[in-house]
């Protein structure tokens, strides 16, 4: 299948490689040329500009973003609905505010573009792993955008089906789901974003204890030299705790048990406030993300071993970089 990658980032141009190796056909586009011609290189189709670029895809012209949220995704959707056409389709892979999709999808079904909202999972190690996938719009339109996704995704692989699930259709198994109308994916996408807040600050205050387990202020027969980097490794080996983000938090810790390369900034992306904002509408009572998504904020004023292991988290499973500290 022929389509558009607008936006060669991390996440773009693994993206692209992905759809490439699986045999579709892929004309990309970004602000840097660069970018451009690298991935070229690797197989996609090379564009000038966003004209040539729309010219080159097929009919019906699909497109895929994966441009920052908020600005960036709205000059582009706009930029792009100039050059299409009815029956044309634009993908939001990006993390988009899901209001933000409805009144998008509404704005483009008057000129008769089909709008698609996916939230994608999988950061850095997608290329390998595939892509988990929460998508958004038109039944009829995702069905038809079907070859795409079960590229990205990552397939059934050798997770153990859940009993019961013989019984059911669906693509879930395979990584990717249709969740409803516009705006749906991102919605899903969201909450994702809030629970993955959640679960990286229980690890890291766990460890933030096991970290502090020498004090000097605690009585010296309560008192531990605890190995952190092992603790990670067997918690990964038979534990009800063990995940992909702890897999990723052992790797952090065995390069480095201190985590001396991180001050204990941590960001966040958008989506942990919306999915407070969310709940609030709902009157949904959400402790312990909300507690997540303020320990945050308060990361960026004073650094404990806590955030220390968050940075080390979202270095490991996005690529997310530090910003330099300020004086």
Known sequence: ??????????????????????????????????????????????????????????????????????????????????????GDIIIDGGNSYFKDDVRRCKQLSEKGIHYVDVGTSGGVWGLERGYCMMIG???EVVQLLDP???????????IPRTPGRERMA????????????????????????????????????????FHHANSKDLPEEHRYDLNVADIAEVWRRGSVVSSWLLDLTAMALVEDPELSNYSGYVQDSGEGRW????????????????AALYTRFRSRQEHTFAE????????????????????
């Not at 993206?15 to 660069?34: A, I, P, Q």
């Not at 993955?196 to 766990?206: S, W």
């Not at 220390?308 to 004086?327: C, N, T, V, W």
């Open 148 to 158: 795409i996704f079960k590229t990205l995704a990552p397939g059934r692989g050798n």
């Open 275 to 290: 999915t407070i904002m969310a709940a609030i509408e709902e009157a949904v009572p959400v402790e312990v993300l909300s």
């Open 1 to 86: 299948m022929r389509l558009g990658m607008v936006g060669l980032g991390r996440m773009g141009a693994n993206m692209t490689r992905r759809l490439v190796r699986g045999g579709h056909e892929v004309v990309v586009t970004d602000l840097s040329s660069d970018n451009v011609k690298q991935i070229a290189g690797e197989g996609a189709i090379a564009s000038a500009s966003l004209d040539d670029f729309v010219s080159k895809l097929g009919k019906p012209r699909v497109a895929w973003l994966m441009v920052p949220a908020g600005g960036p995704t709205e000059q582009t959707v706009q930029a792009l609905a100039q050059c299409m056409k009815s």
């Open 170 to 209: 669906g693509t879930a198994e395979d990584g990717y789901i249709h969740c409803g109308p516009a705006g749906a994916g991102h919605f899903v996408k969201m909450v994702h974003n809030g629970i993955e807040y959640g679960l990286m600050q229980a690890y890291a205050e766990g460890f933030d204890i």
């Open 137 to 139: 719009g038109p039944k």
């Open 308 to 327: 220390k292991i968050l940075s080390a988290m979202r270095q490991k499973f996005g690529g997310h970089l530090e910003p330099k500290a300020r004086d």
